[in-house]
C-alpha cells in the first residue's frame, strides 16, 4: 500500500487550519465526528447550487438529476459494504434512527412475548434503549453480553446466554469509548448457530476498517455519516433483503406507499418502503462522495496510517506518570479512553481545551461502562487520519501540564 501523503491530506480538510483561543485545533474528537474535505463540502454546495430539487418525484430535469445522484449514492454504499443488492441499502438520519428502526419492525414481526434479545454491557445508549423499548413493547426480556477488566466481551459468557428464545443479538462491532474490536465474525457465527440475527452497529468500525456484509453474513449493519467523513443527519441501515421484505414499515407517509386508499394502502418495494417522506438528498449526496474520498486515498493506506498513528498515541501516553487506559483490549481502533490519577475528567478537558486540544470527556453515551469500572467518565482522544504525531506529541504536553496544574 501507499503511504499516506500527509501534507496533501490535510490541505483537503478545511477545519484543520483554524485556531482554537490563537492555539492551533488539535482535534481528537472524530469518535464524536469527524471533520469533512472540501470534497464533500463542494459536492453539498453543488447540489443545493445547481440541481437542488425533490427526488423520485418530478418528472423534470433537476428532479431527474438530484435521482440519479441519490442512486448512484447508494450503489457507493453499497459497493463499500459489498451488499448484494442496492435496495438492501436504506438511507435513515443516523446509527440511532437504523437501530430503532429494526428495534421496532424486526421486533413487531419477529419477537414474542417470552423471546429474548442480547446487547452487550460495552454498547451505546443508542443500541440499548430502543431494545429496551421494543422488549417493553412486545414482552421480551433483554440480556446482556458482559465485558472483562480488559474492555473485551466475555464470549463464554455470549454462549451461555444464547438460546432458542434469542431473536436478535445487537452489538458493537467496535467501542466508542475503550477502542475495543470485537470479534463480530465470531459471534454472528454463534448466533447464527442458534438461529438468532445480528445487528451490528458499526458507527465506530466503518472508518476504520474494511467492512463487508456478505463476508460477515451480517443481518443487518447500521452507522452515521457523520462519523465517515460526511454530513450529519444520514446515515445507513443495511439489511438482507428477505428480512427487510417481511418487515413492517417503520414510518408511514410519501414515498414508501405503492397504493394509498382509506381502505387498504400497500407499501412501496425496498428501498423506499423504509424512506418515508423527502430523504436528506444533500446529505445523501455528501455520503456518497465522502466513501469516494477515501477509495481515493485508498482504504488499506488510510487504516495503515490509522494504525501507526493509535499505536504510537498508545506508547507515548503510556509514559505520562499516573495514566492508565480505561480498557486494554487486544484488538483497538480509533480511540484511547484514559484517566490521571484521580484527575476529573472534565477538568483535564478543560485545560486541554484551553490549549486547542479537542478531546471528549464524560460517559461517552455509555454510563454501563462507566458502572462497570466505577468511574465518572473517561477522557477519550479519538484518531483519524489526518492526525499526526505531532498532535499526539501535543496532547501529551497538553496532559502533563493539566495533570502538574490539578495534581
Ligand atoms: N453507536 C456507536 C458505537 C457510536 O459511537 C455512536 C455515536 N457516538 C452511535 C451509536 C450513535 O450514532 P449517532 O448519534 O450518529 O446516531
Not at 87 to 100: A, D, K, M, P, W
Not at 291 to 310: Q, R, S, V, W
Not at 344 to 355: A, C, N, R, S
Not at 364 to 371: A, G, K, L, S, V
Request: aromatic share 8%.
Amino acid at each position: 500500500t501507499t503511504k499516506l501523503n500527509i501534507e496533501k491530506i490535510r490541505a483537503d480538510f478545511p477545519i484543520l487550519n483554524e485556531t482554537i483561543y490563537g492555539k492551533p485545533l488539535v482535534y481528537l474528537d472524530n469518535g464524536a465526528t469527524t471533520q469533512k474535505p472540501k470534497q464533500v463540502i463542494d459536492a453539498v454546495s453543488q447540489y443545493y447550487n445547481e440541481y437542488n430539487s425533490n427526488v423520485h418525484r418530478g418528472v423534470h430535469f433537476l428532479s431527474q438529476k438530484a435521482t440519479d445522484a441519490e442512486e448512484a449514492a447508494r450503489r457507493k454504499v453499497q459497493h463499500f459494504i459489498n451488499a448484494k443488492h442496492e435496495y438492501e441499502v436504506i438511507f435513515t438520519r443516523g446509527t440511532t434512527e437504523s437501530i430503532n428502526l429494526v428495534a421496532y419492525s424486526f421486533c413487531k414481526q419477529y419477537v414474542k412475548p417470552g423471546d429474548e434479545i442480547i446487547v452487550s454491557a460495552m454498547e451505546h445508549h443508542s443500541n440499548i434503549v430502543p431494545w429496551q423499548i421494543a422488549c417493553e413493547d412486545r414482552g421480551a426480556t433483554l440480556r446482556v453480553i458482559p465485558i472483562d477488566e480488559n474492555g473485551e466481551l466475555m464470549l463464554d459468557e455470549f454462549d451461555k446466554l444464547l438460546n432458542d428464545k434469542t431473536r436478535i443479538v445487537a452489538v458493537t462491532w467496535v467501542s466508542n469509548t475503550l477502542g475495543t474490536v470485537n470479534p463480530i465474525r465470531q459471534i454472528i457465527e454463534m448466533a447464527h448457530a442458534k438461529g438468532a440475527k445480528v445487528l451490528v452497529d458499526a458507527a465506530q468500525a466503518i472508518q476504520h476498517t474494511h467492512v463487508d456484509v456478505r463476508a460477515l453474513d451480517a443481518d443487518f449493519l447500521v452507522f452515521s455519516g457523520h462519523k465517515i467523513y460526511a454530513p450529519t443527519g444520514i446515515g445507513v441501515l443495511y439489511g438482507k433483503e428477505a428480512l427487510l421484505n417481511e418487515m413492517p414499515p417503520y414510518q408511514g407517509g410519501g414515498s414508501m406507499i405503492k397504493q394509498v386508499t382509506f381502505a387498504k394502502t400497500t407499501w412501496a418495494d425496498l428501498p423506499f418502503k423504509f424512506e418515508a417522506g423527502t430523504p436528506h438528498v444533500s446529505g445523501i449526496i455528501g455520503l456518497g462522495k465522502a466513501l469516494d474520498y477515501m477509495n481515493e486515498i485508498g482504504l488499506d493506506t488510510i487504516f495503515d496510517a490509522e494504525h501507526e498513528l493509535l499505536e504510537y498515541a498508545e506508547a507515548k501516553l503510556s509514559t505520562i506518570s499516573g495514566l492508565r487506559f480505561i480498557g486494554n483490549p487486544k484488538e483497538r481502533a480509533g480511540t484511547l479512553s484514559f484517566l490521571i490519577n484521580d484527575i476529573h475528567p472534565f477538568d483535564l478537558g478543560e485545560i486541554l481545551d484551553k490549549q486547542g486540544i479537542a478531546v471528549r470527556t464524560g460517559h461517552h453515551c455509555c454510563q454501563p461502562i462507566m458502572e462497570h469500572y466505577q468511574i465518572p467518565g473517561t477522557v477519550r482522544a479519538s484518531f483519524s487520519f489526518y492526525n499526526t504525531k505531532e498532535e499526539v506529541d501535543a496532547l501529551v504536553k497538553g496532559i502533563e501540564r493539566g495533570a502538574a496544574m490539578l495534581g
